[in-house]
């Protein structure tokens, strides 16, 4: 391997920006700083020494049929990155999740040279819904990193090499009571509290259909539990969406505003509102497992385009969407998908973890199941998401 190990690397949405930003760091400790570093992300991975071609927002679209009025602009982008993959000519392509942006990116820059090593990061969740993109993504990817201890064999079957690394979610600090505390009091608000997380996602098109919903589900709470209080942690890109949101209520919810904080800061403080929380209503999503890793019970939620909602109803392997579900074969965390949300719906599942204890001790116990099976108290994820990439580099090489 060269003494500065030239890694170009792409992630295109907040829960990708996360693993690369661990993985760069464990990378950077691996190689004893012999590493170059160049590509796309957002603000985890330029604290970790990225310097982004252009705002990782630009990629951050959901759905099948939204993405389509950003077409030219991806193409654009898409173009760019492309370009500078090249010039660098790295010794490893990385690209985390984002598959319809990170594959062209890797399938025109095998074209200029064919022996590119590529390593992808979050294997396709092809037992989930389409599984013909295990061979689509091996035509352009060497080398994968799973999240999940079941994925290895679906991609090596379709001749990729491929690792289980554990999920991030499993070695997030637990906040302590001062932590948990100090950023209550920063919101006006005591442990003794009964604390609802409002996680309605980190793109634009989910603010726009969730929240709404999100804001009549919590009048119908409070209606029922008037002393209960909101806290709603903000991704940066998306923290003006929400603000216009909840400009016009007078609801009892406050935005956990991350920036006058640095990102690993601000990820503190949202833990700590999770650790807080009796309950979490969340976008379907990641962000079950960062709740799952803090025992929040929650109840998830999501809507698209009609048309985005019969195409994933016709590709869907499976009943389910919720990991925790998945991992536990069962159905504990309420899914309330497509039609099935619905303002009542939403309220009155989240009512249920409120009120009844054993719906809440189910959950629970199912969270702590989960966390176990990703790999909860072994090596950190990223640390072995580095190992893995610098194994395959070096058994690709000889």
């Not at 991975?45 to 991806?74: C, N, R, Y």
């Not at 005591?190 to 259909?209: C, Q, W």
């Not at 919720?322 to 504990?332: G, M, P, Q, R």
Request: charged share 25%; hydrophobic share 45%.
């Amino acid at each position: 391997m060269a003494d500065t190990l030239k890694v170009f690397i792409i992630a295109g949405e907040p829960s990708g920006d996360k693993l690369g930003g661990n993985l760069m760091e464990s990378l950077k400790t691996l190689t004893k700083g012999q590493v170059e570093f160049c590509g796309v992300g957002g603000e985890m991975m330029q604290a970790a020494g990225l310097k982004s071609l252009f705002s990782m927002s630009d990629l951050t679209i959901m759905g099948l049929f939204e993405v389509i009025p950003s077409i030219p602009k991806i193409k654009r982008r898409i173009s760019q990155t492309t370009k500078a993959a090249i010039d660098m000519r790295p010794d490893v392509l990385i690209t985390i999740d984002s598959p319809d942006f990170c594959l062209r990116v890797g399938k025109k820059l095998r074209a200029e040279y064919p022996k590119q090593f590529s390593v992808h990061y979050v294997a396709p969740s092809v037992w989930a819904w389409r599984p013909e993109r295990a061979a689509k993504m091996a035509k352009t990817v060497n080398h994968v990193l799973a999240l999940l201890p079941f994925e290895p064999p679906y991609m090596i079957a379709e001749g990729m090499t491929c690792d289980f690394v554990g999920h991030p979610a499993t070695t997030e600090d637990t906040p302590t009571k001062v932590q948990i505390k100090k950023v209550l009091e920063a919101l006006d608000l005591k442990p003794s509290d009964e604390i609802i997380s409002v996680l309605p996602g980190s793109r634009r098109s989910e603010i726009k259909r969730l929240m709404p919903i999100y804001l009549e589900a919590i009048k119908l709470i409070l209606e029922e539990r008037p002393q209960t209080k909101f806290v709603l942690p903000a991704a940066r890109p998306i923290l003006a969406e929400l603000k216009s949101q909840l400009s016009n209520t007078t609801l009892p919810i406050q935005i956990l505003d991350p920036t006058p904080f640095t990102p690993l800061e601000a990820e503190h403080r949202k833990r700590a509102v999770y650790a807080a929380s009796r309950a979490a209503l969340a976008t379907s999503g990641t962000i079950a497992l960062d709740l799952a890793e803090q025992r929040c019970p929650m109840v998830v939620a999501y809507k698209a385009s009609w048309l985005t909602e019969r195409a994933v109803k016709r590709l869907a392997q499976i009943d389910r969407a919720n990991l925790i579900n998945i991992a536990t074969d069962s159905y504990v965390v309420p899914e309330l998908l497509f039609e099935k949300c619905t303002t009542e719906a939403v309220a009155g599942a989240v009512l249920n973890i409120l009120n009844d204890k054993e719906i809440r001790d189910a959950q629970i116990v199912a969270l702590n199941d989960t966390m176990q099976q990703l790999g909860e108290g072994g090596d950190p994820p990223g640390l072995r998401a580095a190992k893995s990439v610098l194994a395959a580099i070096r058994k690709n090489r000889q």
